[in-house]
């Protein structure tokens, strides 16, 4: 009987580690973690196209996460989203010259922000704008120019 009850307990131990595991391959897959970035501050980016990008989508500058995608809208004036990003307070020395461009992770991954600093003297502050921006390469857009570039290159005279 205490064998029975010693391997019930074993077992029971075993699937809540399981579900404790499960639970944080969850949270660490859909970002959840990055909940706990609320302090910093928020600079803008206006693009013409953003692909697939996500709030909550890491903001990169030389490959080291800087900040996330905290919301993005719509300018019905310009006809641009806005993507408003909050970036730690640790990197408050980012030029006001710096660039901004929405990049791929691998082949087909998720979409984030790359920040590519300038040459300023002068730093971004919390509600600044970044005037430079490269929106998203939209696949469906570059294949489908190669396909007319090749329909034409094969029906000219």
């Given amino acids: 009987m205490d064998r029975t ?3 019930e307990i074993a077992v029971g131990v075993f699937v809540a580690l399981g579900l404790a595991a499960l639970f944080m391959l969850a949270v660490r897959v859909s970002n959840l ?3 706990g970035d609320g302090e910093g501050y928020t600079l803008l980016a206006r693009f013409d196209n953003i692909g697939g990008l ?9 490959g ?12 019905q004036e310009t006809y641009q989203a806005v993507v408003r990003m909050r970036i730690r307070r640790s990197y408050d020395r980012i030029p006001k010259d710096t660039s901004a461009s929405i990049l791929t ?6 979409q984030y922000v790359g920040l590519e600093p300038g040459g300023a003297e002068t730093y971004l ?12 390469l939209v696949l469906e857009r570059i294949i489908g120019q190669v ?10 005279p």
């Fill in 5 to 7: 009850r010693a391997t």
């Fill in 33 to 35: 973690s990055a909940l």
């Fill in 54 to 62: 996500k709030p909550r989508a890491p903001v990169t500058m030389a």
């Fill in 64 to 75: 080291v996460r800087i900040g996330r995608v905290e919301a993005i809208d719509f300018d």
């Fill in 105 to 110: 992770a691998g082949l087909l991954g998720e």
């Fill in 125 to 136: 502050r919390d509600g600044d704008e970044i005037r430079l921006t490269q929106s998203a």
């Fill in 147 to 156: 396909l007319f570039n090749k329909a034409q290159e094969g029906g000219g």
